[in-house]
């Protein structure tokens, strides 16, 4: 019993050698004809095991050689997998330029230019599957070739009269030092106000209403500044605006948007609505107050937090915090 499941040992060691050496198998190939050899040893070992007789265990050994070596399939022949490469390569190529010809934003130069790079590219992509010499390397040549196909189709939005893409306003605290500037490009002779760190309840905010670029390429936003009105209450102060670094660093969204269940009031106090516009005032809660949170509601570029008594707080950061 133990000789016949020492064979079984070695005659999977053999196959999955001889699967790990065809070069006409993919790594993933390889890895799939390897497990399925070693599933069907053990569950023949397995046979073995409650053989009851020297011919049932003689049985299952013969079973399990040829379980074993059955689980070794031949790949097609390299010259075969470049052949199928290379052909899914035109097709792949015939559907690129098939949309760069259907593409609008595109005058008809930019579709020629286009459609010969698409055709460059696909003669360089297909040859170098053919200077490779095992499955593995055709198919990421092949893989790479349909990256660089694709990306030869370039659209370009803002022609035909297309406006550019609508810029969505955001609002968001700030968590370090920085300046606000009156231009994109920031000079110390530019900068209308400095602001310190500030945690909250206390961080200084802004509503993101676009972007520019600095004459050096870097990406600013144009911002106004949110200033207190009331306990619970902002506004956007127009007089207030500029521009400020882009850098995520700087800065986190001003709301709880999701996953929100309790909060305690962190501001000096929080103003409790009937509605989320926030204009039917029904109380206010103290600084420390714990609140259960029934839902988080979007109402335009701001959020609302509705209590699971059904009325409506600010979701600002500044106001309160989440706790478990």
Do not use: C
């Not at 040992?9 to 050899?37: G, R, Y």
């Not at 599957?129 to 370009?156: L, P």
């Not at 609002?171 to 500030?198: E, I, L, P, Q």
């Amino acid at each position: 019993m133990t000789a016949a499941k020492a064979n079984l040992d070695s005659e999977a060691t053999k196959v999955k050698d001889a699967i790990a050496h065809d070069d006409t198998l993919t790594s993933a190939e390889k890895a799939a004809q390897s497990a399925t050899v070693d599933a069907e040893k053990n569950f023949d070992q397995a046979k073995i095991d409650n053989g009851n007789s020297a011919d049932e265990i003689n049985a299952a050994y013969d079973q399990g050689i040829k379980d074993i070596d059955g689980q070794r399939k031949l790949g097609k022949s390299l010259d075969e997998k470049k052949a199928a490469a290379k052909a899914n390569l035109d097709a792949e190529a015939v559907k690129v330029k098939k949309a760069i010809e259907n593409d609008k934003t595109l005058t008809k130069a930019d579709k020629a230019r286009q459609v010969k790079n698409v055709n460059r590219v696909k003669a360089e992509e297909q040859a170098k599957i053919d200077r490779e010499n095992n499955a593995d390397g055709i198919a990421k040549a092949y893989q790479q070739g349909v990256v660089k196909i694709k990306a030869q189709h370039v659209k370009k939005h803002n022609n035909a009269g297309k406006p550019k893409k609508k810029f969505t306003p955001r609002r968001v605290y700030m968590v370090k030092g920085f300046y606000r500037y009156s231009t994109a490009t920031f000079y110390k002779k530019n900068r209308v106000k400095g602001y310190k760190k500030h945690g909250r309840p206390n961080a200084v905010m802004f509503t993101i209403v676009g972007e520019a670029k600095s004459k050096h390429g870097l990406k600013r936003y144009k911002v106004y500044q949110i200033v207190s009105k009331k306990q619970g209450l902002f506004r956007v102060d127009h007089k207030k605006w500029g521009y400020i670094t882009a850098k995520p660093s700087y800065m986190r969204p001003l709301y709880y948007i999701k996953n929100v269940h309790k909060v305690k009031v962190i501001g000096k106090g929080l103003r409790v609505y009937k509605n989320n516009k926030l204009s039917k005032y029904v109380k206010s809660y103290k600084r420390g107050t714990v609140l259960k949170v029934k839902a988080v509601k979007k109402l335009g570029t701001t959020y609302r937090l509705q209590l699971s008594d059904g009325r409506y707080v600010s979701s600002n950061k500044n106001l309160v915090k989440i706790i478990k």
